[in-house]
Protein backbone atom coordinates (compact mmCIF):
# COMPACT_ATOMS: atom_id res chain seq x y z
CA UNK A 1 0.00 0.00 0.00
CA UNK A 2 1.24 3.36 -1.06
CA UNK A 3 1.62 5.99 1.80
CA UNK A 4 1.95 9.85 1.25
CA UNK A 5 3.05 12.05 4.05
CA UNK A 6 2.45 16.08 3.78
CA UNK A 7 4.49 18.62 5.23
CA UNK A 8 5.15 22.03 5.06
CA UNK A 9 2.11 23.52 6.39
CA UNK A 10 1.97 26.41 9.26
CA UNK A 11 0.99 29.78 10.10
CA UNK A 12 1.49 32.05 7.37
CA UNK A 13 0.88 36.07 6.85
CA UNK A 14 -1.57 37.26 3.88
CA UNK A 15 0.90 38.17 1.02
CA UNK A 16 3.22 35.20 2.23
CA UNK A 17 4.12 31.87 0.57
CA UNK A 18 4.32 28.14 1.15
CA UNK A 19 5.83 25.09 -0.35
CA UNK A 20 4.02 22.25 0.61
CA UNK A 21 5.49 18.82 0.08
CA UNK A 22 4.67 15.41 -0.46
CA UNK A 23 6.35 12.02 -0.20
CA UNK A 24 5.45 9.14 -1.54
CA UNK A 25 6.85 5.77 0.17
CA UNK A 26 6.19 2.40 0.53
CA UNK A 27 6.07 2.20 -3.85
CA UNK A 28 6.49 -1.57 -4.29
CA UNK A 29 6.54 -1.40 -8.21
CA UNK A 30 7.31 1.56 -8.98
CA UNK A 31 6.24 1.24 -12.81
CA UNK A 32 2.72 0.82 -11.03
CA UNK A 33 2.52 4.20 -10.52
CA UNK A 34 4.67 5.72 -13.23
CA UNK A 35 1.11 6.38 -14.70
CA UNK A 36 -0.81 7.47 -12.14
CA UNK A 37 -2.03 11.37 -11.30
CA UNK A 38 -0.78 13.48 -7.81
CA UNK A 39 -3.54 16.10 -6.73
CA UNK A 40 -3.04 18.45 -4.01
CA UNK A 41 -6.89 18.84 -2.16
CA UNK A 42 -7.88 21.12 0.35
CA UNK A 43 -10.70 21.28 2.58
CA UNK A 44 -11.54 24.10 5.11
CA UNK A 45 -13.97 23.58 7.97
CA UNK A 46 -17.60 22.75 6.98
CA UNK A 47 -16.35 22.80 3.22
CA UNK A 48 -16.61 20.23 1.00
CA UNK A 49 -13.35 18.76 -0.28
CA UNK A 50 -11.80 21.11 -3.12
CA UNK A 51 -8.87 20.03 -5.71
CA UNK A 52 -6.61 22.25 -6.20
CA UNK A 53 -3.80 20.93 -8.65
CA UNK A 54 -2.84 17.70 -10.59
CA UNK A 55 0.33 16.24 -12.38
CA UNK A 56 0.72 13.10 -14.40
CA UNK A 57 3.65 11.34 -12.78
CA UNK A 58 5.10 9.85 -16.37
CA UNK A 59 6.99 11.79 -18.54
CA UNK A 60 7.17 15.11 -18.74
CA UNK A 61 4.43 15.53 -15.66
CA UNK A 62 1.60 17.47 -17.51
CA UNK A 63 0.20 19.53 -14.98
CA UNK A 64 -3.88 20.42 -14.04
CA UNK A 65 -5.15 23.45 -12.15
CA UNK A 66 -8.30 24.08 -10.58
CA UNK A 67 -9.79 27.58 -12.53
CA UNK A 68 -9.85 29.09 -8.96
CA UNK A 69 -5.83 27.71 -8.35
CA UNK A 70 -4.75 29.50 -11.24
CA UNK A 71 -1.78 32.15 -11.29
CA UNK A 72 -1.05 31.80 -7.17
CA UNK A 73 -0.53 27.66 -7.15
CA UNK A 74 1.91 26.03 -8.67
CA UNK A 75 2.40 21.88 -8.60
CA UNK A 76 5.58 20.42 -9.41
CA UNK A 77 7.30 16.63 -8.81
CA UNK A 78 10.77 15.39 -8.27
CA UNK A 79 10.07 11.95 -9.32
CA UNK A 80 13.70 10.38 -8.22
CA UNK A 81 12.59 11.47 -5.08
CA UNK A 82 8.92 10.17 -4.97
CA UNK A 83 8.30 14.21 -3.90
CA UNK A 84 4.97 16.51 -5.21
CA UNK A 85 5.42 20.00 -4.03
CA UNK A 86 2.80 22.90 -3.62
CA UNK A 87 4.04 26.06 -3.99
CA UNK A 88 1.57 28.87 -3.07
CA UNK A 89 1.95 32.58 -3.15
CA UNK A 90 0.31 35.52 -2.69
CA UNK A 91 -1.80 33.86 0.25
CA UNK A 92 -5.17 34.93 1.76
CA UNK A 93 -7.46 33.77 4.45
CA UNK A 94 -9.39 31.74 2.52
CA UNK A 95 -6.29 29.64 2.03
CA UNK A 96 -6.47 28.60 5.15
CA UNK A 97 -7.55 24.58 5.15
CA UNK A 98 -6.23 21.24 5.55
CA UNK A 99 -4.28 20.16 2.31
CA UNK A 100 -4.17 17.01 1.11
CA UNK A 101 -1.80 14.90 -1.02
CA UNK A 102 -3.39 12.25 -3.00
CA UNK A 103 -2.74 9.71 -5.47
CA UNK A 104 -4.62 7.82 -8.09
CA UNK A 105 -5.22 6.20 -11.77
CA UNK A 106 -6.98 8.76 -14.05
CA UNK A 107 -9.71 7.40 -15.69
CA UNK A 108 -8.41 8.54 -18.63
CA UNK A 109 -4.66 7.81 -19.89
CA UNK A 110 -2.78 11.00 -19.25
CA UNK A 111 -5.19 13.56 -18.26
CA UNK A 112 -5.97 14.34 -14.69
CA UNK A 113 -9.06 15.40 -12.74
CA UNK A 114 -9.81 17.71 -10.05
CA UNK A 115 -12.78 15.12 -8.71
CA UNK A 116 -11.46 13.53 -5.82
CA UNK A 117 -13.10 10.56 -6.35
CA UNK A 118 -10.21 9.60 -9.07
CA UNK A 119 -7.64 9.54 -5.96
CA UNK A 120 -7.65 6.30 -4.34
CA UNK A 121 -4.32 6.75 -1.96
CA UNK A 122 -4.70 9.80 0.61
CA UNK A 123 -2.16 11.41 3.13
CA UNK A 124 -3.38 12.65 6.27
CA UNK A 125 -2.84 16.09 5.79
CA UNK A 126 -1.05 19.58 6.56
CA UNK A 127 -2.77 22.16 8.02
CA UNK A 128 -2.43 25.78 6.83
CA UNK A 129 -3.48 28.67 8.76
CA UNK A 130 -3.35 32.36 6.44
CA UNK A 131 -3.56 35.22 9.36
CA UNK A 132 -4.79 38.34 7.90
Known amino acids: QMRLAESGGGLVQAGGSLRLSCVLS????????????MGWFRQAPGEEREGIAA?????????FYADSAKGRFTISQDLPENTVYLQVNSMKPEDTAMYYC????????????????????WGQGTQVNVSS
Open 55 to 63: IYRFATGRT
Open 102 to 121: AAGRPPVYGTCTMDYRDFTS
Open 26 to 37: NVVSKSSYDTYC
